[in-house]
């Protein structure tokens, strides 16, 4: 299971950390990623870090701005959101994924304002 958090509603250049509370499968053997889906728009994959945390990944619009990471203690992944802009408004969801199994969460709301 995934439950994220942390979304709401933030200024334009303003933060936002999102959370992803994991269980239910051994957190540490897979790897987690964040995509976000904006109104009217596919499903858009932002970042990843592999399992170990060995390695993380950005898109384009992601890269400078997001950071991913996660806390083994808490079975938790984090995206650190600065900078942010309009355009990065979307439901931003979190995955868990092992050689072909994938859990999602149930999403989360982020919209950049003022």
């Known amino acids: 299971q995934l439950v994220e958090s942390g979304g709401g509603l933030a200024q334009p250049g303003g933060s936002l950390r999102l959370s992803c509370a994991a269980s239910?499968?051994?957190?540490?053997?897979?790897?987690m990623s964040w995509a976000r889906q904006a109104p009217g728009k596919g499903l858009e994959w932002v970042s990843g870090?592999?399992?170990?945390?060995?390695?993380?990944y950005y898109a384009d619009s992601a890269k400078g701005r997001f950071t991913i990471s996660k806390d083994y203690a808490k079975n938790t992944v984090y995206l650190q959101m600065n900078s942010l802009k309009p355009e990065d408004t979307a439901v931003y969801y979190c995955?868990?994924?092992?050689?072909?199994?994938?859990?999602w969460g149930q999403g989360t709301q982020v919209t950049v304002s003022s």
């Open positions: 995955n868990a994924g092992r050689f072909g199994v994938n859990y």
């Open positions: 239910g499968f051994t957190f540490s053997t897979y790897a």
């Open positions: 870090i592999y399992g170990d945390s060995s390695r993380t």
